[in-house]
């Protein structure tokens, strides 16, 4: 309200935008979506195409992605585009190509996101930044859902090289970047692949936020769940055990986390049903 006061619709759109943001952390959606559109509002008005464009590709992964309401968040790109056209630069053509290949990826069009993610490579390729990696880890992502093993591991092995240059060895964006990988493989039913990925994650992890946090714990139940599709019962037990400790005691008996933990816990906990035959 004092940005809109004022009336430097600028300070306005960031003020806007900030409000929209924390709102969303905050889980109401409809208020920050709102706070959003009137910073898009005062950004438009001011002129501000870069902000603009911004303001829009952020609305539209907020939406499309995290509240997974994708084909409402698509009806937006045309206003995106036309602001990053205005404004006609490169990175701003970079980041729109980015989020239309990771609209694409939620709406299972995988052949249209490889070409959005191609798109954005060409445009950061010059910089060789954290746009580039997270790029080139996306087509490694895509590459896996589409069944390129080869292809995948080359970009994928590029993207983890960036990033560690860029943030170096112990960093959580490389923990991340590791565990998408790992996931992606462990989605496409390709275990092999995906278990040292995801070992190597978890190591990053433990040394960076510890043995008992929340992101070392999720990847020791994702390598349970590899473990038990292997036949690796004692081992998947005993990582479960020790992942359903450690959300009880971070998240709460109650949460919905912990319940899928317990859930998997019991599951591999039963007896296996003996065959009397006929």
């Known amino acids: 309200a004092a940005a809109a006061e004022l009336g430097f619709r600028p300070i306005e759109a960031q ?51 995290q509240w997974a309401q994708p084909d409402r968040a698509a009806d937006w790109f045309p206003r995106a585009t036309a602001a990053v056209e205005r404004r006609g630069d490169d990175s701003l053509r970079g980041q729109l190509a980015y989020v239309q290949g990771v ?26 930044g954290p746009a580039l990696a997270d790029t080139l880890l996306m087509l490694a992502v895509v590459g896996i859902k589409r069944d390129d093993a080869a ?37 496409a039913g390709a275990y092999d692949d995906a278990a040292p990925v995801l070992e190597r994650a978890r190591a990053l992890q433990r040394r960076i936020f510890g043995e008992r946090d929340l992101h070392t714990a999720q990847t020791m139940f994702n390598l349970a769940g590899i473990d038990l599709e292997r036949g690796r019962a004692r081992r998947a037990i005993a990582a479960l055990t020790i992942t359903h400790e ?33």
Do not use: C
């Open 15 to 65: 003020a806007l935008r900030a409000l929209g943001l924390l709102r969303a952390i905050g889980g109401d959606g409809a208020a920050a979506e709102q706070a959003l559109h009137d910073a898009l509002w005062a950004a438009e008005a001011s002129g501000d195409d870069e902000v603009t464009a911004n303001l829009w590709l952020e609305l539209i992964q907020l939406v499309g992605v």
């Open 246 to 278: 450690i959300y009880v005691e971070q998240l709460g008996v109650a949460h919905p986390r912990t319940v899928v933990v317990a859930e998997t816990l019991e599951e591999a906990l039963a007896p296996t049903p003996v065959s009397l035959g006929s």
């Open 103 to 128: 609209m694409a990826v939620r709406r299972a069009r995988h052949a249209d996101a490889e070409a959005y993610f191609a798109a954005a490579r060409a445009k950061f390729e010059p910089d060789q």
């Open 151 to 187: 292809g995948a591991d080359a970009l994928g092995a590029q993207a983890l090289a960036l990033y560690e240059r860029i943030y170096g060895r112990d960093h959580r964006k490389l923990a991340a970047a590791l565990n998408s990988i790992g996931l992606a493989y462990m989605r």
